[in-house]
């Protein structure tokens, strides 16, 4: 299929966007959907003197999260690939 450009808008700004597929697009247009609706929320529980303060607060709790699931991951994966070394040694 090749590259698509679409047009998504966030905090009330259009940004045009290269995307691969319409896999990609659906991930991508949620993901703004996602963004601008904590932006409507932190602005109605948080003074702001502008969207950038608020950009900042959604891109923070995001990264947190991603870090988070980043972690936990790791964690799994240890987990995994212990009880696999287990397997392993009793079928050695």
């Given at each position: 299929?090749?590259?698509?450009?679409?047009?998504?808008?966030?905090?009330?700004?259009?940004?045009?966007?290269?995307?691969?597929n319409e896999k990609e697009e659906e991930n991508v247009r949620k993901a703004a959907v996602l963004i601008n609706e904590k932006l409507k929320e932190y602005?109605?529980?948080?003074?702001?003197?502008?969207?950038?303060?608020?950009?900042?607060?959604?891109?923070?709790?995001?990264?947190?999260?991603?870090?988070?699931?980043?972690?936990?991951?790791?964690?799994?994966?240890?987990?995994?690939?212990?009880?696999?070394?287990?397997?392993?040694?009793?079928?050695?």
């Amino acid at each position: 299929m090749g590259e698509q450009m679409i047009t998504i808008s966030i905090a009330d700004r259009p940004y045009r966007l290269a995307i691969n597929n319409e896999k990609e697009e659906e991930n991508v247009r949620k993901a703004a959907v996602l963004i601008n609706e904590k932006l409507k929320e932190y602005s109605t529980h948080y003074a702001f003197k502008d969207k950038q303060d608020l950009l900042a607060m959604v891109v923070l709790q995001f990264a947190a999260k991603v870090m988070d699931i980043e972690l936990q991951n790791e964690v799994e994966s240890q987990k995994t690939m212990d009880e696999l070394l287990k397997i392993d040694k009793i079928l050695s």
